[in-house]
């Protein structure tokens, strides 16, 4: 009896991908907390940051390795992912280091496509495999390949560390180039072009599921419409029956 109590409370130990993501999403938040609170706390940040992208690609590495993928962890790994770039994005923004409009595109983009998935998710379409949303090999290679996902989780990390540096180098009491202006102004543009870079390939990479998602559904409307005008014209031709019976 102790054996077995034993090996069930190794399986229950076990990290699975699911557990890896709510970690990961833990560790992502700690770390925007820790930013503005002085320059050790923005270098810990970074250094969060990083485990938190790497903590990205672990649940992915568990999944294939151990055949765990699901639709479900399918779908909370990328509920993560949108946590992850809003909380960091949305923080940037509110103390004036990106536009506001950069979360607001990155929702925007994340819901249109969320909704997209879950409706395809309801008709029986999986993120992979024969029967997958995605039909065009571009849409695959840009969403679904591994390239794709290791540059696009590669961009926001090095976007976010980046971030967390300029706040430690340039804001603060501590900061270590606030008075240098022309570091500064450097520093700025190249936030400026790496946090719009990364949202231009958010925005790439988010086109196939749109453009297949409104393919996917105008067909599924037609057929519906179809069958609301068969049934529309099966009541007339019933009441004309009638009238005429009369």
């Given at each position: 009896?102790?054996?077995?109590?034993?090996?069930?409370?190794?399986?229950?130990?076990?990290?699975?991908?699911?557990?890896?993501?709510l970690?990961?999403?833990a560790?992502?938040?700690?770390?925007?907390?820790?930013?503005?609170?002085g320059?050790?706390?923005?270098?810990?940040?970074?250094?969060?940051?990083?485990?938190?992208?790497?903590?990205d690609a672990?649940?992915?590495?568990?999944?294939?390795?151990?055949?765990?993928?699901?639709?479900i962890?399918?779908?909370?790994?990328?509920?993560?992912?949108?946590?992850?770039?809003?909380?960091?994005?949305?923080?940037?923004?509110?103390?004036g280091?990106?536009s506001l409009?950069?979360?607001v595109l990155?929702f925007?983009?994340?819901?249109?496509?969320?909704?997209?998935?879950g409706?395809?998710?309801k008709?029986?379409?999986?993120g992979?495999?024969?029967?997958a949303?995605?039909?065009?090999?571009w849409?695959?290679?840009?969403?679904?390949?591994?390239?794709?996902?290791?540059?696009y989780?590669?961009?926001?990390?090095?976007?976010?560390c980046?971030?967390?540096?300029?706040?430690a180098l340039?804001?603060?009491?501590?900061?270590?180039v606030?008075e240098l202006?022309?570091?500064?102004h450097?520093?700025?543009?190249?936030?400026?072009?790496?946090?719009?870079?990364?949202?231009?390939?958010?925005?790439?990479?988010?086109?196939?599921?749109l453009?297949?998602?409104?393919?996917?559904i105008a067909g599924?409307?037609?057929?519906?419409?179809?069958?609301k005008?068969?049934?529309?014209?099966?009541?007339?031709?019933?009441?004309?029956?009638?009238q005429?019976a009369?």
């Amino acid at each position: 009896m102790s054996g077995r109590w034993i090996r069930l409370r190794q399986v229950d130990m076990r990290w699975t991908p699911n557990k890896v993501t709510l970690l990961r999403v833990a560790v992502g938040f700690a770390a925007v907390c820790l930013f503005g609170r002085g320059a050790w706390a923005n270098l810990t940040a970074v250094s969060l940051t990083v485990t938190t992208i790497a903590l990205d690609a672990l649940d992915g590495h568990i999944a294939r390795k151990r055949k765990m993928a699901t639709p479900i962890g399918a779908q909370l790994d990328i509920l993560g992912d949108r946590m992850i770039e809003n909380v960091y994005f949305t923080y940037f923004a509110v103390v004036g280091m990106v536009s506001l409009w950069l979360p607001v595109l990155f929702f925007a983009r994340g819901a249109a496509t969320d909704f997209i998935r879950g409706l395809a998710m309801k008709a029986g379409h999986s993120g992979w495999g024969a029967n997958a949303l995605l039909r065009t090999w571009w849409g695959q290679a840009l969403v679904a390949s591994r390239w794709s996902r290791g540059l696009y989780a590669a961009m926001k990390c090095l976007c976010f560390c980046y971030l967390g540096l300029e706040l430690a180098l340039t804001r603060g009491p501590v900061a270590v180039v606030s008075e240098l202006a022309a570091d500064v102004h450097a520093i700025r543009f190249g936030a400026q072009a790496l946090t719009w870079t990364t949202a231009v390939f958010c925005l790439v990479r988010g086109l196939p599921v749109l453009v297949e998602g409104w393919k996917y559904i105008a067909g599924s409307v037609g057929p519906v419409r179809g069958e609301k005008n068969a049934s529309r014209k099966s009541i007339r031709d019933a009441k004309s029956a009638a009238q005429e019976a009369m």
